[in-house]
């Protein structure tokens, strides 16, 4: 009898609410839906597509005891910056109107908690951006679109993209999301 009177207050709870905690935490829990990770990766790779250049820094050595960190690119312009510059300014500055630039930072912070940051699963939607402007050459003139979540148990991520234009065509920001629909992304860094 408790069994039954316990279930009848949770569906009771459950419509009172829209959605139980059970569902929030199969959303976030890696163990629930197995997302498309791949164990042999150690950073996300963005594929070779037609028109693309791709790249992946090496791991961060800024503080190895606490921060594992790594840069994945997509760019239908020529890398000039290094692998860990964000904004990369002399990309940004020589970017034509139909000038594509992703980068991906995946981190692991061992030394600080942050909290508040969405949980996502792959792939990422560009829908889910927001658009600021940044520092720097034509900072003022194009704007940044950016993504920062976390893959729950896994990692961080903060995505950046930026377009030629101040305000990108559909075939653009089309282009921008079939090659992030494309991504690998690593299991853990």
Known sequence: MRAWTA???LAVA????GTSA?????RDSPRVRPAPFDTRLHA??????????TR???????????????????STVPFTDGPM??????MIESLPPDGIIMAV???????RRLRGIRAYRPPLDLADATRSQFPGPRGDELPLYRVLGRFAGRYGFDLWVFYGRHEPTAAQRAAAQRELEGVRWSAWL
Not at 14 to 17: E, L, R
Not at 44 to 53: E, I, K, V
Not at 56 to 74: H, K, M, T
């Open 7 to 9: 279930c009848l207050v």
């Open 14 to 17: 459950v419509a009172a609410c």
């Open 22 to 26: 059970a569902a929030y935490r199969a």
């Open 44 to 53: 996300a790779h963005f594929p070779r597509a037609r028109g693309w250049r």
């Open 56 to 74: 992946i820094s090496g791991p961060s050595d800024e503080n190895p005891r606490c921060l594992r960190q790594r840069v994945s690119w997509a």
């Open 85 to 90: 510059q964000l904004p990369p300014h002399r």
């Open 105 to 111: 930072s995946q981190y692991v912070d061992r030394c």
